[in-house]
């Protein structure tokens, strides 16, 4: 079992930027692959990115393509977003989630653990 506590939300103008992170708990960290989800107030929690085991892969929803970087340091058990050119649809709770899946996942009901998310608020 892992548990996964994000930091680094706040609030930001449009333009700027945001790096949250993820810490995770437990030995096996490099055991999952990553991601990162969004959910906006009435919207349905989405997919933004995820990250492989060994950070060699990443994928992202297209909507952050460009502006928006996952990353892992797998000695420091952390997972980060790095999000530039944040605009105000980028309005969120955002949270990371692991996955024990060998393939690349992009739904919600394919990660197995999740933390209590963190709040970004981007104002135009």
């Known amino acids: 079992q892992v548990q996964l506590v994000e930091s680094g939300g706040g609030l930001v103008q449009a333009g700027g930027s945001l790096r949250l992170s993820c810490a995770a708990s437990?030995?096996?960290?490099?055991?999952?692959?990553m991601g990162w989800f969004r959910q906006a107030p009435g919207k349905e929690r989405e997919f933004v990115a995820t990250?492989?085991?060994?950070?060699?892969?990443?994928y992202y929803t297209d909507s952050v393509k460009g502006r928006f970087t996952i990353s892992r340091d797998n000695a420091k058990n952390t997972v980060y977003l790095q999000m530039n050119s944040l605009k105000p649809e980028d309005t969120a709770v955002y949270y990371c989630?692991?996955?024990?899946?060998?393939?690349?996942?992009?739904?919600?009901?394919?990660?197995?653990?999740w933390g209590q998310g963190t709040q970004v608020t981007v104002s135009s």
């Open positions: 990250i492989t085991r060994r950070g060699g892969g990443t």
């Open positions: 437990g030995r096996t960290f490099s055991s999952y692959a």
């Open positions: 989630a692991a996955t024990t899946s060998i393939v690349v996942v992009r739904t919600t009901p394919q990660y197995d653990y």
